[in-house]
């Protein structure tokens, strides 16, 4: 089945701890995102990469960092400088180029995150 | 800033009824706009995906895109329990980016 996996499903670390969160997808997507989703608020996009061995931010990228080795992969590491960690996360990838695409993105089934 | 604004609800509507979802947004040279069904706790579900003017039909749902109006929306028909959710509305801004809306609650009364 083609598709996007991300793990753990649930994360716990204690404050001052790096973590990173996997991502992966077999649906042959040259795109990939990552986006953080706090209680009652929308998706905020923290990186996202349009191809391998490169990346940009989004709206929300300090403290956090990211990955690109491979065109399945797109890791996420979330560092003990992000003030606000806990959150709920969310991987999702397209396909990439051309003006007539839609651009769909399809979304993993996220990792929820708790620091303390 | 670009900006994809929708009504945070709930919306409530009896079971068999029409749920309308509506969404504005700011930028006019957006080309593709999204509707995704997320339920509590899970991640969003594509659902429909619209770029040329005028209605587009799945099934029970219509999304709706009027450009000169900057407005796209999303017609359930026969409104199901199961459709209860959160729906968020999406457009693509430029190069593979996409802007998501807060999202509309939506209430299906039994």
């Known amino acids: 089945d083609g598709g996007i996996t991300q793990s753990p499903k649930y994360l716990f670390r204690k404050e001052g701890q790096n973590v990173t969160l996997s991502c992966e997808q077999n649906?042959?997507?040259?795109?990939m995102y990552w986006y953080r989703q706090d209680p009652g608020q929308g998706l905020r996009l923290i990186y996202y990469s349009q191809i391998v061995n490169d990346f940009q931010k989004g709206d929300i990228a300090e403290g956090y960092s990211v990955s690109r080795e491979k065109k399945e992969s797109f890791p996420l590491t979330v560092t003990s400088a992000q003030k606000n960690p806990t959150a709920f996360y969310l991987c999702?990838?397209?396909?990439?180029?051309?003006?007539?695409?839609?651009?769909?993105?399809?979304f993993g089934p996220g990792t929820r995150l708790t620091v303390t | 800033q670009k900006e994809v604004e929708q009504n945070s609800g709930p919306l409530s509507v009896p079971e068999g009824a029409i749920a309308s979802l509506n969404c504005t947004y700011s930028d006019r040279v957006s080309q593709s706009f999204f509707w995704y069904r997320q339920y509590s706790g899970k991640s969003p579900e594509l659902i429909m995906s619209i770029y040329s003017n005028g209605d587009k039909e799945d099934g029970r749902f219509t999304a709706q895109l009027n450009k000169a109006s900057q407005y796209v929306s999303l017609l359930i028909r026969d409104s199901q329990p199961s459709d209860s959710a959160t729906y968020l509305c999406a457009s693509r801004v430029r190069d593979d980016k996409i802007i998501f809306g807060k999202g509309t609650r939506l209430h299906i009364l039994p």
């Open positions: 649906l042959n997507h040259d795109a």
């Open positions: 999702a990838s397209s396909i990439s180029g051309g003006r007539t695409s839609l651009y769909e993105q399809y």
